[in-house]
C-alpha cells in the first residue's frame, strides 16, 4: 500500500500512510461546498490537525474526534478552545511552532504561517485562537509532505527546505485570503520542491487562482519542471 493524498475541496486533506493510517487536516467536511458528499462519511480516522480556527479549517474537529475518538493536534490555544467545547482531555494535544509531535505513525512539526485565525463563537464575539500555522508531515516511509495552511508567502519558506526538504508541498494559491499563484511561485522557488498540490482555491467565486495560473507563473520564474498536480475535489493523488 503506498501513501496517498485526497483533495476534499478547500484545504482539506486526507492523508492516508502506507500502513494505513488515516491523517485529517483542516477537517471542513459538511459545510464544505467543495467537498463531494460521498468523502464527508470517514469510515477511520486516526488523527487530525487543526492549522488555525477559521471556520472553514477548524470544521468539523470537535464531531469527527468524538465519533472516531482520535487525538486532535493543534496550536495551543485552539487545544484549550476545544477542550472547553467537550473535546477529551487525552484528544487535545497542544503543541507550537518549531515542535515536533509523533501521532499515528507519522512526525507532525507545526511551522510557521503568516495568516489570522480568530475562532468565531455563535454568538457574534471572536476568540483569540494563537498564530495561525503550517505543518511538515513526515510518514512511517519518511516521505515528507508540507501543508502551508493559510499563509502568505514568506522568506523563511528557504528554512523549512533547509530544516526539513519536502519532497511536496500543499500550497493555498486562491489570492484574496491567501497568497494567489504569483505569490505560491515564489513560494516553491523557496522551498525547492518539484511537485506542488494546490489548495485553498475555487471553493467561492472570491478565490480566483487557479492551477493553471499557478503554472504561467513558475513558467515566468524558469520552473516549468515543476508539476503542479491538479485534481477535482475527491481526487486521489500518490505521495
Request: glycine fraction near 10%.
Amino acid at each position: 500500500m503506498s501513501n496517498s493524498i485526497t483533495w476534499l475541496g478547500h484545504s482539506t486533506v486526507k492523508i492516508t500512510t502506507g500502513k494505513g493510517k488515516v491523517i485529517l487536516v483542516d477537517a471542513w467536511l459538511e459545510g464544505n461546498p467543495s467537498c463531494p458528499v460521498a468523502a464527508r462519511k470517514l469510515d477511520r480516522l486516526d488523527a487530525i490537525l487543526v492549522t488555525h480556527g477559521h471556520f472553514d479549517h477548524l470544521g468539523e474537529t470537535l464531531a469527527l474526534a468524538a465519533r472516531h475518538g482520535c487525538p486532535v493536534v493543534s496550536i495551543f490555544e485552539i487545544a484549550e478552545w476545544l477542550k472547553k467545547k467537550g473535546l477529551a482531555e487525552e484528544n487535545a494535544w497542544a503543541m507550537n511552532k518549531g515542535g515536533t509531535v509523533e501521532v499515528a505513525g507519522i512526525s507532525a512539526t507545526m511551522v510557521q504561517a503568516h495568516h489570522s485565525g480568530g475562532i468565531l463563537e455563535e454568538d457574534g464575539s471572536v476568540v483569540y485562537a494563537g498564530e495561525p500555522a503550517g505543518y511538515v508531515l513526515r510518514l512511517e516511509d519518511e516521505t515528507c509532505i508540507y501543508h502551508a495552511g493559510d499563509t502568505c508567502v514568506f522568506s523563511d519558506m528557504s528554512l523549512i527546505a533547509d530544516l526539513y526538504e519536502p519532497s511536496m508541498a500543499l500550497l493555498p494559491i486562491g489570492d484574496r485570503f491567501t497568497m494567489g499563484p504569483r505569490e505560491a511561485a515564489l513560494a516553491i522557488e523557496l522551498l525547492s520542491v518539484r511537485r506542488v498540490l494546490p489548495i485553498h482555491w475555487g471553493t467561492f467565486p472570491l478565490l480566483t487562482g487557479t492551477p493553471q495560473a499557478l503554472r504561467d507563473e513558475l513558467l515566468k520564474r524558469g520552473l516549468e519542471d515543476v508539476e503542479v498536480t491538479e485534481v477535482a475535489p475527491g481526487g486521489v493523488v500518490s505521495c
